[in-house]
């Protein structure tokens, strides 16, 4: 049995007497995109940040391919992972966000090549080569040289999702990319994110755009209150919904 790329065990975290994530049990397969919805406060974005080692799990287990994240095992005893090893773990996962956060001082074109070069050492012609490709794929082969403040919410999203294309993650995880965008906005970064699908990526997406997540979606994940309250096939949950918590929740958004 091949491990999956994300498995999380019996995940917990807290924020002071703030119970976030209750106990959450969620595999996502190499290659599977995984779409989660539910409610604001409910947990979406710490369950990310734990999959990218921005917070620590307060208890259960979370691994990364094989990994458990936030440590590393020596016989049987775990021993914490120090900045510089979780840097170096980040490095394979690609995350963007609700809000683009280029960097305002440097082309498009440079904020793809920096972390290439400045953080796995990349050679400058190569990276930009690679960037230029990258560029090519999101739609905007011509904005190479545009500064953020040139460029609407949506294409400043999609080089936000070649910024992190860049570093070659083997995860891609999405934190409601399009929600901060205009309308007639989303249509071109969800269509990126749909090639980057067909293109086998392993992704998981937060997101309120339940077109993408049932037709690009291999699960569907309902999350409340800090736990999965439904998890299946996308149309089934959409569709189908068993849970009393999942239909009313679908009723206010579909
Ligand atoms: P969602 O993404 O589903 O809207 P979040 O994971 O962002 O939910 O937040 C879940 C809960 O945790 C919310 O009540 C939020 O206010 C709280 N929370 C998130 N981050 C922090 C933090 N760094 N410190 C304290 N509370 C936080
Ligand atoms: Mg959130």
């Known amino acids: ?9 019996g995940v917990c975290k807290s ?16 290659g599977e995109v995984m779409c989660v919805i539910g409610p604001s406060g409910s947990g979406k974005s710490t369950f990310l940040r734990c999959i990218n080692h921005l917070e620590k799990v307060d208890a259960g287990r979370l691994y990364v391919d094989g ?4 440590y ?3 016989g049987d ?9 979780v840097a170096h773990k980040r490095r394979s996962i690609g995350m963007v966000f609700q809000r683009f956060n280029l960097f305002p001082h440097m ?6 090549t920096e972390a290439p070069v400045g953080v796995l050492g990349r050679p400058k012609a190569s990276a930009r080569a690679h960037a230029l490709d990258l560029l090519d794929q999101v739609g905007l082969g011509d904005k190479a040289a545009a500064y953020p403040n040139q460029l609407s919410g949506g294409q400043q999203q999609r080089v936000a999702i070649a910024r992190a294309l860049a570093m070659e993650p083997k995860l891609m995880l999405f934190d409601e990319p399009t929600s901060a965008l205009d309308p007639e906005l989303v ?28 037709e690009v979606g291999d699960s569907l994940v309902f999350m409340d209150e800090g736990v999965v309250v439904e998890h299946g096939n996308p149309r089934d ?18």
């Open 187 to 214: 249509g071109d970064v969800l269509e990126v994110m749909r090639k980057l699908a067909e293109q086998g990526m392993t992704m998981v997406v937060v997101t309120h755009e339940m077109g993408f997540a049932r």
């Open 67 to 70: 990994d458990l994240v936030g």
């Open 15 to 30: 924020y002071g007497r703030l119970e976030v994530l209750r106990g959450i049990d969620l595999e996502v397969a190499h």
């Open 1 to 9: 049995m091949t491990e999956p790329m994300v498995r999380a065990e």
């Open 107 to 112: 082309t498009a074109l440079e904020n793809i």
């Open 72 to 74: 590393r095992q020596r």
């Open 77 to 85: 005893r775990l021993h914490e992972l120090r900045e510089d090893e």
């Open 237 to 254: 949950v959409l569709g189908n919904p068993q849970e009393e918590r999942t239909q009313a929740f679908l009723s206010k958004v579909l």
